[in-house]
């Protein structure tokens, strides 16, 4: 019996296997020279400026200063000691759980509306609608709003039509909070609304024919087919928001400057009033990166969370 390693190859072979290795080291070149520029300009805009902020956390760090000594830790220890911190960290932990929560739920339902409708044309007009308020810029929106909350704004206009006492939107602890949260949903929903929308439309048709073959309800069609073939979707749009929400500050520096008594002090507010209103650098960088910390802890727990085996 003759040796297999005897048997010989098949014609070109050899070339073949040369050709694709060629092909391959072109492809990973390329990829390689158009990616090294992006990298370096993120390095450069993104993880240097978090490197130096690192560094300044560990120093009283003041541009208005001569010297900027090194204090280790101390900033860190200052951070749990201040009543301040603290309060912007409990207003911001707050502002995002039910800002995202009331986002999800009426992003969802919106889109959900608008996918029902037939017509591509009048889907396309409630896509646009909705999406119009987040075309405009953050700070502008948040000083119309702030006119409307106004002493003498629409919303109190409203009020004294229907005979019902003004209410200080903006100076009361108790409105406060609440007049940037309905100010930030009118602005944001529409990103969620499109990224809901392009999630429908992608769950194939023909489960929803066999669950209606079946005599399945719509509310049972939503709970055991929307549902979990939109938890992809679901779960992207809810990272983006909730990281969203935590940066929240245009909003809050325009509207209420953190008043009445720091109930609307979110902490990137805090920080910034730091930083440049305090002129203290180096406390301010170590709020920065215990935020930081904080979103990226919060962001690993909800990939960790939502995991879906779902494929369709």
Same mark, same amino acid.
């Given at each position: 019996m003759e040796n297999s390693s005897s048997i010989p190859s098949k014609p070109g072979g050899k070339a073949l296997r040369s050709s694709a290795a060629a092909q391959n080291r072109?492809?990973?070149?390329?990829?390689?020279?158009?990616l090294t520029p992006i990298l370096l300009l993120f390095g450069l805009f993104a993880?240097?400026?978090?490197?130096?902020?690192?560094i300044l956390?560990?120093?009283?760090?003041?541009?208005?200063?001569?010297?900027?000594?090194?204090?280790?830790?101390?900033?860190?220890?200052?951070?749990?000691?201040?009543?301040?911190?603290?309060k912007s960290l409990w207003v911001t932990f707050k502002f995002v759980a039910f800002t995202v929560v009331?986002? $999800? @739920?009426? !992003? +969802?339902?919106?889109?959900? #509306?608008?996918h029902r409708v037939r017509s591509r044309r009048l889907r396309s007009v409630f896509r646009t609608v909705f999406f119009?308020?987040?075309?405009?810029?953050?700070?502008?929106s948040a000083?119309?709003?702030?006119?409307?909350f106004s002493?003498?704004?629409?919303?109190?206009?409203?009020?004294?039509?229907?005979?019902?006492?003004?209410?200080?939107?903006?100076?009361?602890?108790?409105?406060a909070l609440l007049?940037? $949260? @309905?100010? !930030? +949903?009118?602005?944001?929903? #529409?990103?969620?609304?499109?990224?809901?929308?392009?999630?429908?439309?992608?769950?194939?048709?023909?489960?929803?024919?066999?669950?209606?073959?079946?005599?399945?309800?719509?509310?049972?069609?939503f709970r055991h087919i929307t549902l979990p073939l939109l938890s992809r979707s679901t779960l992207f749009v809810t990272v983006t928001t909730v990281v969203s929400y935590f940066q929240a500050f245009p909003q809050f520096q325009v509207m209420t400057k953190g008043e009445p008594f720091n109930e609307t002090r979110v902490l990137a507010l805090n920080i910034y009033d730091q930083a440049f209103g305090n002129s203290n650098m180096g406390y301010a960088s170590a709020m920065a990166a215990v935020f930081l910390l904080i979103i990226l802890l919060v962001t690993l727990l909800q990939l960790r969370w939502g995991r879906s085996q779902w494929e369709h």
């Open positions: 072109k492809e990973k070149r390329f990829a390689f020279v158009s993880f240097a400026p978090i490197a130096w902020s690192l956390s560990f120093y009283k760090f003041s541009p208005l200063a001569d010297q900027s000594p090194f204090v280790g830790l101390d900033n860190y220890v200052r951070l749990f000691h201040d009543a301040i911190f603290l009331v986002n $999800i @739920v009426i !992003t +969802l339902l919106i889109a959900l #509306g608008i119009l308020p987040a075309i405009a810029p953050l700070s502008g000083v119309v709003w702030g006119t409307m002493d003498q704004g629409l919303f109190n206009l409203v009020l004294s039509k229907l005979h019902i006492p003004a209410v200080h939107w903006l100076s009361d602890p108790n409105y007049s940037v $949260i @309905v100010m !930030t +949903l009118w602005a944001d929903i #529409g990103y969620n609304i499109v990224l809901f929308i392009a999630g429908l439309d992608s769950i194939p048709d023909m489960y929803y024919e066999a669950a209606t073959l079946d005599g399945a309800s719509r509310w049972h069609m």
